[in-house]
């Protein structure tokens, strides 16, 4: 029972009897952030397998829209996950505020700050009045001296880690009866299935 949650939460890729690769959609996230970040390409470099150059190059082009995006699309999983449902029609902005105040920690000003940004981005590509930032702790941050509200870029895989660990630790702490509830609604909704190709 326990194997979909860890799968799910900590480490995916098991080959089915079918033959395909299943994924967990929030470690996809999980792994699509890193390389967004510039994470994956940083690894690389440190095995020599990419030299500075090139490096300095593949930073320089990072997508922040698809980074930012994919934290978004993490937000509502996670939401998704600990109600065992999609949100019904009026429901997302609840679902979405509530996983960023329980699983990511904002408080309910940053939350609708962040809902704001999270809405430019989908619906109108652009973050209008609202910004980017690269420094500090916090994933949305209040710049008094503008008056609005700023992403952090820096902090929002760090907040992505904390939210995964907080939502996996309030599982596995339930009743095993609870539990295989959540095991039934993962195994349903919350993994990708992917061919592998041999050559």
Same mark, same amino acid.
């Given at each position: !029972?326990?194997?979909?949650?860890?799968? +799910? @939460?900590? *480490?995916?890729?098991?080959?089915? =009897? /079918?033959?395909?690769?299943?994924?967990?959609?929030?470690?996809?996230?999980?792994?699509? !952030?890193?390389?967004?970040?510039?994470? +994956? @390409?940083? *690894?690389?470099?440190?095995?020599? =397998? /990419?030299?500075?150059?090139?490096?300095?190059?593949?930073?320089?082009?990072?997508?922040?829209?698809?980074?930012?995006?994919?934290? +978004?699309?993490?937000?509502?999983?996670?939401?998704?996950?600990?109600?065992?449902?999609?949100?019904?029609?009026?429901?997302?902005?609840?679902?979405?505020?509530?996983?960023?105040?329980?699983? +990511?920690?904002?408080?309910?000003?940053?939350?609708?700050?962040?809902?704001?940004?999270?809405?430019?981005?989908?619906?109108?590509?652009?973050?209008?009045?609202?910004?980017?930032?690269?420094?500090?702790?916090?994933?949305?941050?209040?710049?008094?001296?503008?008056?609005?509200?700023?992403?952090?870029?820096?902090?929002?895989?760090?907040?992505?880690?904390?939210?995964?660990?907080?939502?996996?630790?309030?599982?596995?702490?339930?009743?095993?009866?609870?539990?295989?509830?959540?095991?039934?609604?993962?195994?349903?909704?919350?993994?990708?299935?992917?061919?592998?190709?041999?050559?």
């Amino acid at each position: !029972m326990n194997d979909y949650i860890e799968e +799910f @939460f900590i *480490s995916d890729g098991v080959l089915t =009897k /079918i033959g395909t690769n299943r994924k967990s959609v929030l470690l996809v996230a999980f792994r699509d !952030m890193q390389f967004c970040n510039g994470i +994956f @390409f940083n *690894s690389l470099r440190s095995k020599e =397998k /990419i030299d500075d150059k090139l490096f300095e190059h593949l930073t320089l082009h990072l997508p922040i829209f698809s980074y930012l995006l994919t934290y +978004f699309a993490a937000i509502d999983c996670l939401s998704r996950v600990w109600h065992m449902r999609s949100p019904k029609q009026g429901e997302t902005q609840k679902f979405f505020k509530e996983s960023a105040e329980t699983w +990511f920690g904002m408080n309910k000003r940053q939350s609708n700050a962040l809902w704001r940004v999270r809405n430019g981005l989908s619906h109108h590509y652009n973050l209008r009045k609202d910004g980017i930032n690269s420094t500090g702790s916090s994933p949305i941050l209040y710049r008094k001296e503008r008056r609005n509200w700023v992403v952090n870029i820096t902090a929002v895989f760090g907040s992505l880690r904390l939210a995964k660990k907080k939502l996996y630790e309030a599982i596995k702490k339930l009743p095993k009866t609870k539990q295989a509830e959540f095991v039934k609604y993962i195994k349903k909704h919350c993994f990708i299935y992917t061919q592998i190709i041999v050559d």
